[in-house]
Every structure is written in C-alpha cells, then in structure tokens.
C-alpha cells in the first residue's frame, strides 16, 4: 500500500486552476520534497490530501482510505502543519499541548504533554503564551504538535521557514528518524539543501507536476550543462555573457560565474571567445537543482507569455 | 480505543476548554459580558420605565376661581406637572400638544365652580400625550385621587375615598396610543432583549474569529466533529447567559421593584430554553458570515427586527396583520409572551407550555441549520 496514491487532482477557484491534474505515489517511509514557486500550488495540493479541500476531479488514496469520502479517518493518523501558525496565540504552549492531546484522544494528557515539552526543550516555558513565541518556535512548537499523536503520515508545509540552522539540522535529523520508523513525509520546502535530504523530490508549478524522482534523476534529466567562469572583471562580463548565443543562465557564485545551458555544443562555443581573454578560464561544473529549478521557472515564464 | 464518529467527551471536553480559556483570556469581552446587560438594565430600565417628573402642561380654564386655583396647585404638588401655558381654548391647547410642547392638556370646564358648590358631579378632563405611553402613566395614575382630594380640602370637607370619587370625575384621554403598556412590561421585556443581544451577537463570531486568525485550518485538519465543535463553542456562551439572566433578574428586582408573581422554576425553564436557542442562533450566523463584519453586521439584522416586531417596542396585537407574523419567527416574541406571563400574571406551565415548545423547536431547527451550514472543509 503506498501512503499517498492520488491521480489526476483538480482545483479551481474561479477561473483559476489552481492544482492541474497532479497525480502522486508515495512509498511508506518515504520522505518526499514538494518544490516550486511561490504561488505554484503546493499549499493547495496538500490541504486536498490531508481532506481540508475537496478536489474538483480527480481522487484517490492516502493511507488506504478514499480522499473524499473518508476525510475523517485520514485526519486521524495524519499530521499537519499548515504553512502559516495556526494554533491558539491566546493559549499557552502547554494549553495548546493539551488541547491537541485531548483531540487526539491521547492519555494521559498531561504525560504526552510533558514529554512533548521537554523533547522540544520548553518546559521551563510551558506557560508562555503561544503569541509571544518568536517566529522560529513557533514552527518548533507546531511541528511538535503535530507529530504527538504519531501520525502515520507528516504533511509538511514549509515547516522550516524562519528556524535556524541548528533547530533545522535537529528538524531534518528527527524527520529521518522517524521515517526509519516507518513515517511517511511530504514536505514543502523552498531550500535546497533540504531538497538535497529527501529520498525523492516532486517539482510543481502553475499547478502542473513538471519533475519528480531523486535529485541526481531530476538534474540528469533537465540536461543541462553548466561551465564556471572565473578571472577579473566579471562583474561587467555578466550582461555580455548573458547575451551568447547558447547561454540561459548566468549568475555569480563568489569569485565565479556559473553559466549554463541546455545545449552543450552551442554552448562551450560561445563562451571560447570569452575562455581567450588573459586571466579567464573556463571549466565543466556541476549542474545544481537550483540552476535546474531557475530553468524550469523561466520556462514556464515564458510559456505564460 | 473506540472512535466515535459524531461525538467522543475527550474530543468535546478538548473544545470546551480552550473555548473557557480563551474566553476568560479576552478580559474585555469578559467585562462586557456582565457589564453590558447591567448598564443596559439601568440604563434603558431609567429611561424607559422611570416615573418622569415636572412634565410640561397646559391648562385650559375660563374662569379663575378658587378652586381651578386649587386644583392646579394640588396637580403641580404632586411633582409630576409643570403647567407652562394657560389658555383659554381647547384649539390653541391642541397645537401645543402636537408640536409636543405639552405632554398633558388639563381641561377645567367653565361651569366646574358651579357644579362643585352645587355638590353635583364636576369634571375635568385630562390629555396626555400617550406616543410614549410610559412617560404619562405615573402622571396620570396619581391623578384622580389628588384631585378630588385638593377639591374636598377646598370646600373644607375632610375627605374620605368614596366621597371624593362622587364628587369629582377625572376623563383621561389618552392620545396617540390609547391602548398604553403597563411599564411592569419593559423590565421583563429587557431581559428578553438584553439576552438577544449580547447572546447572539457573542456566539456569531465564534467561527468566523477562527477563521480570521486563520486557526480554522488547523481545527479542521484535527479530528474534530462539526458537532463537537458547535457544542464546545456555544456551551460557554451558554453558561454566560445563565450568569447573565441571574445578574439582570437581582438586579431588576433590586433597582426596579418588579412584581414577581409566578413560578421562579418555569421562568428558568423558559429563559434557559430562550438562551440555548439565541446562542445555536449566533452559532448559525457564524457558520454563514466570512467575516467578523459579517457576523456582526447579519447579528443586528436580526436583532432591529426581533425589538420592533416581538411586541417589545409596540404592543404585539396592534401590529398589522403581516407584522404580526413576520413577528412570530423571532424567539423573543416567544419568550416575552412566556416571561410576562409567568412574571406578571403567574402563569402555570399549561398555559406556556405551547410557547415553551416554540422556543425548544428554535433550538432544533437552528442547530439543524448549523450543522448543515458547517464546512468541514476550507472551499
Ligand atoms: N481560497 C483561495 N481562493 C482563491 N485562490 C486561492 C485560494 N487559495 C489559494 N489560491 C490561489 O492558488 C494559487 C496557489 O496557492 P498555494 O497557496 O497553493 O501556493 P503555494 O505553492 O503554496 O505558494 P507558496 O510557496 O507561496 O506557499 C495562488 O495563486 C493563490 O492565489
Ligand atoms: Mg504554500
């Protein structure tokens, strides 16, 4: 049985398309990263996969009950963290605690909740109101509760935005965990590197699944070539190069300039004119998911005009 | 671990008491929810029903005798009139009434003199201006007996009650609106409307404030039941309405003097009834408005009409036909025919049980509504 298994999902709002016919299989213990542009449809798509939104067409499975008809059970043994903070600024972090044990049906209450705070390192401020959290602790906050009551599946919505660097490596490090477990996650990120720790990666944008598989797949397939230009005076090389025949991205990294294309030939070419001058070198890099993404999203820009 | 589907206690006592936390967090409308209907007590209870004194009147008389004299001194020694203008004709008294210059015309008629020396039966006439009934009632009930009093102390007589009724009639004319609400109608009216207000218009932001904060998402995203959550959010409400009706029925008994004559239980009963029917009300409304405007917004386009057409403002029979029914589909008119009746005229459960019944299938059909009404998604 695979955790989601959802074909063909579609959303409108008005006239809008929001999500277009996005099918998607995802194994159990699967870690799954949901990549695109803001704006793209990923909010959309999970809200239909948790049961928050009914899909105009299309449907499916996620944990073996039907998306539509048994909302309910799904909600049970999923857990969601919506992109925006959506528990009670009003209650106190223990409050919040409780309240979701209770729903959930926990017992005993106070000992889930007990453990839930010190996991997460909030016991001495377990009666602070959730409002006055900082934006990071929040997310801490909500991702902990969301993964209380087990959850046989994460939905993840950008649960990292605003956490530093070590609460998100701890993050990525617990998710692992648990997935070793048996936890199914999809998570929406707009990081790279967090990319880069899923098992497999879905690209989405104007609503359609452009690319899906493990990053080197995902990569290897946009074909891309990328050469790295380094020397003096690169700055006032940038429009120049951007101009080459063969040239799609140009964009300064450091010292150096990462150029690429998607046609090596034309490409490598172009830019001997450039290799010529005194200083200059040019050499094969490697093809990053960023320059793969900023291909896609420029290609879609272009088909939108 | 059984799941129930509709309802489970853990899952409802979860709601319950986030909904009691948070309401005892929001210190204003906390505040608001005892304060609120014990200003509006006083202050509508004062201005509607208290015994307005020193009126302006008008006093119509041809002759200047001694007892006219008499007379209008007794009147103005009673602190309710103020005579303002003295006239002689009954035309000129009119205008002034009508432009709303004089409350009451005190008519004497020119062969009064004549008739109190002869011992016949004399009369003075008196017209008050009944567009807001309650202003003249106090006026107008102390009348006769001072009158005739002043009159039998004029012919040195000492005046014992039956002697002074044959010796002087008193027509009161009431204009405008002669059929007058007894003022004991407004404070048990009050209670009706008080709770109108304040309940409805609570419990319609339930939803619609956590929709705002954007908090829907994640309620809907936890295993909640619509009915679980109708329950959690109203309830609370529910007890605040009970406060309510304790706070408003001490104090109107206290500042206002009401005659309590039926059966403490079955006012309970029925404003109990009334209540969880406004609050699953304001629930409904909230499952209908996006906004907290909204809320607010559709709260008082039910709360103008339930005053103006319960028979709150105007007597419920002298409405017309139409007003009459659109009037019905409100609680209030329901509740304000089992609260008078029980308060002032000590009805028995029988004889309210059919109202009691209206009120019950407010609460079935509102939480009918409701539960239809409820998204369980965010489309
Ligand atoms: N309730 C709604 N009504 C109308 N349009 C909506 C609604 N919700 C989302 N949209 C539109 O659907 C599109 C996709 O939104 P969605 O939130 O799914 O994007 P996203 O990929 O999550 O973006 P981001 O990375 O910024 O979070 C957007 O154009 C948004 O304006
Ligand atoms: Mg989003």
């Avoid at chain 2, 709360?303 to 403002?313: N, Q, R, V, Y």
């Amino acid at each position: 049985m695979h955790a989601i298994d959802v074909h063909g999902l579609v959303k409108r709002f008005g006239e809008k398309t929001v999500v277009d016919h996005v099918s998607m299989m995802v194994e159990q213990g699967e870690i799954v990263g949901f990549l695109g542009p803001n704006g793209s449809g990923k909010t959309t798509t999970i809200r239909i996969m948790c049961g928050l939104l009914t899909p105009d067409e299309g449907g499916g499975r996620v944990l073996g009950y039907d998306l539509v008809t048994e909302a309910l059970k799904i909600k049970r043994e999923v857990g969601y963290m919506t992109q925006r903070f959506s528990f009670y600024e009003d209650l106190t972090i223990a409050e919040n605690l409780e309240f979701v044990a209770r729903l959930y049906e926990l017992r005993p209450v106070r000992e889930h909740v007990d453990r839930t705070l010190e996991d997460l390192g909030l016991t001495s401020r377990r009666n602070q109101l959730a409002g006055t959290l900082s934006g990071g602790w929040k997310q801490r906050l909500a991702l902990a509760a969301c993964i209380m009551h087990k959850p046989k599946l994460l939905l993840l919505d950008e649960p990292t935005a605003g956490v530093d660097p070590k609460a998100r490596r701890d993050f990525w490090d617990e998710i692992h965990r648990l997935a070793a477990e048996g936890l199914t996650v999809l998570v929406s990120t707009h990081y790279m590197d967090e990319a880069e720790r899923c098992h497999r990666i879905s690209y989405i944008s104007y609503g359609k699944l452009l690319a899906t598989g493990t990053v080197s797949g995902v990569v290897r397939e946009a074909g891309l070539v990328t050469f790295v230009v380094e020397g003096p005076g690169l700055e006032r090389m940038v429009s120049e190069i951007a101009r080459l025949p063969g040239v799609e991205q140009v964009a300064p990294f450091g010292a150096t300039l990462h150029v690429v294309g998607s046609d090596e030939k034309l490409l490598s070419d172009s830019l001997a004119v450039i290799a010529s001058r005194p200083g200059v070198t040019v050499t094969r890099g490697d093809t990053s998911l960023e320059d793969v993404f900023i291909q896609f999203m420029s290609k879609a820009q272009d088909n939108m005009a | 671990m059984s799941h129930s589907r509709f309802l489970s206690l853990s899952r409802f006592r979860a709601l319950l008491i986030k909904e009691f936390i948070q309401m005892r967090r929001d210190r204003i409308t906390f505040a608001m929810m005892l304060a609120v209907p014990l200003m509006q007590l006083v202050l509508f209870g004062y201005a509607i029903n208290s015994d307005p004194k020193y009126l302006p009147a008008a006093l119509v008389t041809t002759s200047q005798d001694h007892y006219t004299r008499a007379m209008v001194s007794a009147l103005e020694m009673t602190d309710y009139y103020r005579f303002e203008h003295v006239v002689g004709s009954v035309r000129e008294a009119e205008a002034l009434m009508a432009r709303g210059d004089v409350v009451f015309v005190v008519t004497i008629p020119s062969d009064f003199a004549r008739k109190v020396d002869r011992g016949e039966r004399a009369q003075i006439l008196i017209e008050a201006d009944a567009t807001d009934p309650s202003v003249a009632s106090g006026a107008i009930s102390t009348l006769s007996t001072v009158a005739s009093r002043a009159l039998l102390r004029e012919r040195g007589i000492t005046p014992t009650e039956a002697e002074a009724n044959r010796q002087l009639e008193v027509v009161v004319h009431r204009r405008y609106n002669p059929e007058g609400i007894s003022h004991y109608n407004i404070v048990p009216g009050l209670l009706g409307v008080i709770l109108t207000m304040t309940m409805v218009m609570m419990t319609s932001i339930a939803l619609t404030r956590e929709r705002e904060r954007g908090t829907m998402e994640n309620l809907l995203a936890m295993p909640a039941s619509p009915l679980e959550i109708m329950l959690g959010k109203i309830l609370p409400y529910f007890v605040v309405g009970a406060v309510q009706v304790a706070v408003v029925l001490i104090a109107s008994s206290l500042l206002f003097d009401i005659p309590f004559v039926g059966r403490m239980w079955l006012l309970l009963l029925a404003v109990l009834i009334f209540v969880m029917a406004l609050v699953l009300l304001g629930y409904t409304i909230s499952t209908v408005a996006n906004t907290q405007m909204q809320a607010l917004q559709l709260t008082f386009f039910f709360f103008l009409p339930s005053i103006l057409l319960s028979g709150f403002m105007f007597p419920f029979r002298g409405m017309p036909f139409w007003a009459q029914w659109v009037g019905e589909i409100f609680p209030l008119t329901h509740f304000l025919r089992v609260v008078r009746a029980v308060m002032l005229k000590g009805a028995d459960m029988p004889a309210v049980a059919f109202e009691i019944a209206v009120l019950a299938g407010f609460i079935l059909a509102y939480a009918a509504i409701a539960l239809t009404r409820f998204r369980r998604t965010l489309d």
